[in-house]
């Protein structure tokens, strides 16, 4: 039998094993990026990134449309902080942009081109 010492111990390090990492070893900024279609205020993003001055590769996040065109105007780009995290901690920056027409970018439904039979990728893009 474990020593009740030992036990708190050990439960203390598994704890911490699955602890997410601290807030100050990543950086986190909103953004606005230019896009003349989207209007003055451009489109919405989020980035992630570990702290330091180095230049670190990109992930560029995407995010998928919700089932209700009403919907669009309530997601953020934080919601995708858990995802842009783990890239973070990988040694990424990770950038959460919402395209025209979804949360506070603006510029209208411009990417419903088609059903997923018949999508037309190209153009939506």
Do not use: N, W
Request: net charge positive.
């Amino acid at each position: 039998m474990i020593p009740s010492r030992k036990l708190l111990v050990l439960i203390a390090g598994l704890a911490l094993a699955g602890a997410p990492a601290r807030a100050a070893e990543f950086y986190t900024e909103d953004l606005r990026i230019p896009m003349a279609e989207a209007g003055p205020q451009g489109l919405e993003a989020f980035l992630v990134r570990p702290v330091g001055t180095k230049r670190y590769p990109l992930a560029l996040l995407s995010h998928g449309s919700p089932r209700k065109f009403e919907d669009r105007a309530t997601m953020s780009a934080h919601k995708y902080y858990g995802i842009a995290l783990e890239y973070a901690r990988r040694g990424f920056a990770a950038l959460v942009v919402m395209r025209r027409g979804y949360g506070t970018s603006l510029g209208g439904r411009v990417d419903s081109v088609g059903g997923c039979a018949k999508a037309a990728y190209l153009p939506a893009a």
